[in-house]
């Protein structure tokens, strides 16, 4: 019977030796190392929670047996990237579970931005390297409450003065200063807009005395295409020059519907027409916590009308001047006349043709004057020629006697 080759320690090569070596020696040492930590979670904010505030970060954390968490961390991701580091609660928890909890305000010193953002935590081992960050999605949806001041001013108290605390976010939209009569079935309307964060103080003024609210809405972007907006408590004013004043009204939920056909904003300025509630508007997205309604019909103010202007007088008629035997005067037309026109010689020849107008006077053109003209030119000729010939006549008579 063939026998196979036999393996010795000789033929082995030496890393499996040292591999079976190790081995070996971690059994008798007591077995291979354990993990660190056995499990963690996330319990608090839950996947998908929409957080309008402060919000508390919790973790509960199974460590192993005997081993010691030394901190646990938590990393935000989105709009807004932050790190932050969890405390331990005193007390341990079900079966040796251990709770770490942190208080974030989204409004802080550096205020964050609304949105979905991804919150991932880690508990970190004294010893040992820690576990992959593991978390889910929550969305940051956090209005802002203005603080705002109303006051009537000027001669008749209808122009109320109004101020606030601008806010520094990175994402905001807008202020908008809504008003109200104080009655109980009156509708919110905007009545003035501002894009620039850094105003903080306009005026509006009202059609009519009377007791109104007003209130400060806060608007910023959700993150995508829409609005979070925050409303701060309505301030009462006594819009009347017979009782001028402030005054605090009942507080009220910031779902009463509003009438939201909003300005056309203009940075750093008011649009519209602040104290015109009767200008049509387009509504604009949907506000949080506001309805929609169909804004309600205006007043009818009286308007006045200017009385058309006189029409001008007419035009006298042209006076008619008579004429005179023997003048031509040149003011045309010539009014109408019931008696036959009787025209002088002259007037006769200049409209027939016999005589035509030299400069100033007319020349006469008659075949009597012609004839006459003929006859003149005849004997000055004549009279020229006799002279001519006695001339000669005399030098030859004068040349004849000197021979």
């Known amino acids: 019977m063939t026998r196979g080759p036999s393996l010795s320690p000789a033929s082995l090569p030496l890393g499996w030796m040292l591999a079976v070596l190790c081995l070996l020696a971690a059994v008798l040492l007591g077995g291979l190392p354990a993990t660190a930590v056995d499990s963690f979670r996330l319990a608090s904010p839950a996947a998908g929670t929409s957080l309008d505030g402060t919000f508390t970060i919790e973790v509960v954390v199974d460590p192993s047996d005997g081993e010691i968490i030394e901190r646990v961390e938590a990393q935000l991701a989105g709009p807004t990237n932050r790190v932050f580091q969890l405390n331990r609660v005193d007390g341990p928890g079900l079966d040796g579970e251990q709770r770490w909890a942190l208080q974030v305000d989204p409004l802080g010193q550096q205020p964050m931005h609304n949105g979905r953002h991804r919150l991932v935590v880690r508990p970190v081992p004294a010893a040992g390297d820690p576990p992959a ?10 209005p802002v409450e203005g603080q705002l001041v109303a006051a009537p001013t000027g001669e008749d108290a209808t122009v109320v003065a109004l101020t606030w605390d601008p806010v520094d976010l990175p994402d905001f939209l807008a202020y908008r200063i809504q008003r109200r009569p104080d009655t109980d079935d009156s509708l919110w309307r905007t009545v003035a807009r501002f894009d620039d964060p850094a105003v903080r103080d306009t005026t509006d003024e009202v059609a009519s005395p009377g007791a109104y609210l007003y209130r400060l809405v806060v608007v910023r972007s959700d993150g995508s295409d829409g609005e979070v907006v925050g409303f701060s408590r309505p301030r009462g004013v006594r819009a009347d020059p017979a009782d001028p004043g ?26 519209g027409r602040p104290g015109n509630d009767d200008v049509a508007q387009d509504p604009g997205p949907a506000e949080t916590g506001t309805a929609t309604v169909t ?20 035009p006298a008629p042209p006076a008619v001047v008579p004429l005179d035997d023997g003048v031509f005067e040149p003011l045309l037309p010539i009014g109408p006349t019931e ?14 043709g016999s005589i035509r107008p030299g400069g100033s006077e007319a020349i006469l053109t008659t075949d009597e004057e012609e004839g006459r003209r003929r006859q003149l030119v005849l004997a000055s ?23």
Do not use: C, K, M, N
């Open 381 to 403: 000729a004549t009279g020229l020629l006799l002279v001519v010939v006695a001339g000669h006549l005399r030098r030859y008579l004068s040349v004849g006697s000197r021979r």
């Open 339 to 352: 008696t036959a026109l009787e025209l002088t010689e002259t007037e006769t020849a200049l409209l027939d």
């Open 133 to 142: 960050f593991e978390g889910h999605e929550v969305v940051l949806a956090v």
């Open 246 to 271: 402030t005054f605090d009204p009942p507080a009220e939920p910031d779902d009463r519907p509003s009438v939201e056909p909003t300005p056309t904003p203009q940075p750093g300025g008011p649009i």
């Open 295 to 314: 804004p309600e019909p205006s007043r009818p103010r009286p308007v006045t009308v200017p009385a058309p202007a006189p029409a001008p007088a007419a």
